[in-house]
């Protein structure tokens, strides 16, 4: 299934294997037309990622994030979509959330060491790159050293939040995050809601979360079934909130990945972000056709 549009990328200045130029050149021979880079608490590869937009007449790239939060035993997602990136105050809490992700990230290696499986920090991170450092450079490590075959398995047997090797990390809380994205003009959807769903957390956080302003909720989304996006449409529709959606390519292969554009979202609740976009003034913010 074939969208032209995606909200939910991931380049190397987080966790993605592509960079932004590479990302949108893939993203644009897929026939995705309309497209947000979402890196994981970094805004850095914006800059990137609008040069590259700029060789698409016909492509419109809005300013994105991912944002982490917690909530007990679970982990929320929330998407940021036409926020003012430039924003000083905003920029310097990610500045923190990228120090807390470094340290958490050196905790992690050190727990590999203990558990016999060792990576190096030097390794870790320059699979990290440039970007904000993420479990799955650690995976990349570990796959790397000949401990696991796939980065998947790394996240099975000791990256995942209940494995030997897992380390908390500052987060925010999720209405926190969705007034804080708001706050710098932008418009938050929650992303990826299955596991939230699967521990029955969801109904709970929907309800706080459109108190505090949430637009959308992701509904199309990698390998989720028909039956789960029927599902996650008619909760987001009872909550009131767009039925959104985006590959979360990060380009590291696994049986869940879908390329860029591939999934399942229709334009009608693009054109409805777009045109919230506009009441908020915040359209302008994204380049490309469907910005004017
Ligand atoms: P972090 O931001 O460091 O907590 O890492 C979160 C990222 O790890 C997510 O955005 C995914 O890209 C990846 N991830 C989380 N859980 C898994 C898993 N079970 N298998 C593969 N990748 C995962
Ligand atoms: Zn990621
Ligand atoms: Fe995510
Ligand atoms: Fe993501």
Do not use: C
């Not at 996240?155 to 030997?164: I, K």
């Amino acid at each position: 299934m074939a969208s032209q549009a995606d909200f939910h990328t991931h380049s190397t200045f987080s966790d993605g294997r592509l960079t932004p130029t590479q990302l949108i050149d893939l993203a644009y021979r897929n026939g995705v037309r309309i497209m947000a880079l979402t890196d994981h608490d970094i805004v850095d590869g914006l800059p990137d990622a609008f040069a590259a937009a700029a060789r698409y007449p016909d492509f419109t790239l809005i300013p994105g994030i991912e944002m982490s939060t917690d909530v007990p035993g679970n982990e929320v997602h929330i998407l940021g979509h036409f926020i003012d990136w430039h924003d000083e105050a905003f920029r310097d809490r990610l500045l923190h959330l990228q120090e807390s992700r470094l340290g958490r990230a050196r905790k992690m290696v050190e727990k590999l060491n203990e558990l016999g499986k060792p990576v190096t920090w030097e390794r870790v991170e320059a699979f990290a790159g440039e970007g904000a450092v993420g479990r799955p450079h650690i995976a990349l490590a570990l796959v790397e050293a000949g401990h696991v075959a796939s980065v998947n398995e790394a996240f099975a047997l000791y990256l995942s939040r209940t494995g030997p090797a897992y380390v908390e990390r500052d987060r925010l809380a999720p209405d926190e995050v969705v007034k804080l994205l708001t706050g710098v003009g932008g418009l938050a959807t929650l992303a990826h809601p299955r596991e939230l769903q699967a521990a029955g957390n969801l109904d709970a956080l929907l309800a706080l979360l459109s108190g505090s302003g949430l637009t959308g909720m992701e509904v199309y989304y990698q390998d989720y079934t028909p039956e789960e996006m029927d599902m996650f449409r008619a909760l987001a529709d009872r909550f009131g909130l767009l039925p959104l959606g985006g590959s979360d390519y990060h380009g590291l292969g696994g049986p869940q990945q879908r390329e860029p554009g591939n999934i399942a979202l229709t334009m009608e609740p693009v054109k409805r972000l777009l045109s919230l976009a506009r009441q908020k003034g915040a359209l302008g913010r994204a380049t490309g056709p469907a910005a004017v």
